[in-house]
């Protein structure tokens, strides 16, 4: 990786972003919107406005679900892959040091974090535009929970907050067992 590599993927990355956000834009622009306008959802997302057009929107729902879902599910994967040869490489070239723990630990806390993120956007872009019940739980867990997540997953990292943590455990939880 250098500079030069780094600045490529950061432009395809956006160019790529923007290609996807005008696809949809334009296929959703064109629908006609008739009766009440009201989503039956916690946030204002592309999946919920097509099912609210008073027209016949399989093409764009097809169009987008394997637009979306393939965008999902290819970063997904990849990152899932590149975790997969990093630990690899990892455990092949490791002793039992201190770097190589601290590395395997990092690598095991942006596994969760990206299996955390990925599986309800997956859930949400890769399938068919039709409700189920579990759909807000999953928008909530989506956009409100995980990400307050994220936070504590790494600073449970932290030697310092894993001490407090325990002490605080031993202090109120296990004390009061006695």
Not at 59 to 70: N, Q
Not at 104 to 131: E, K, N, Q, W
Request: with cysteine.
């Amino acid at each position: 990786m250098n500079r030069r590599l780094c600045c490529i993927l950061v432009a395809l990355s956006w160019m790529g972003g923007f290609i996807h956000s005008i696809i949809q834009v334009a296929l959703i622009v064109r629908l006609p919107f008739c009766g009440p306008n009201e989503l039956d959802s916690y946030f204002c997302d592309i999946t919920q406005v097509v099912r609210i057009a008073c027209a016949n929107t399989f093409l764009e729902e097809l169009v987008m679900t394997c637009i979306s879902g393939l965008i999902s599910v290819v970063c997904f994967i990849a990152l899932l892959m590149s975790y997969a040869v990093l630990l690899a490489m990892l455990k092949k070239h490791s002793g039992s040091g201190e770097n190589t723990n601290r590395a395997m630990s990092t690598c095991y806390s942006h596994i969760t974090i990206v299996v955390l993120m990925f599986g309800p956007s997956i859930y949400i872009y890769a399938r068919p535009f039709d409700s189920f019940s579990l759909d807000k739980v999953v928008s909530v867990f989506h956009t409100v929970i995980f990400p307050l997540l994220n936070p504590i997953i790494y600073t449970l990292r932290n030697k310092e907050v894993k001490a407090a943590m325990r002490k605080l455990v031993t202090k109120y939880i296990l004390c009061k067992e006695k």
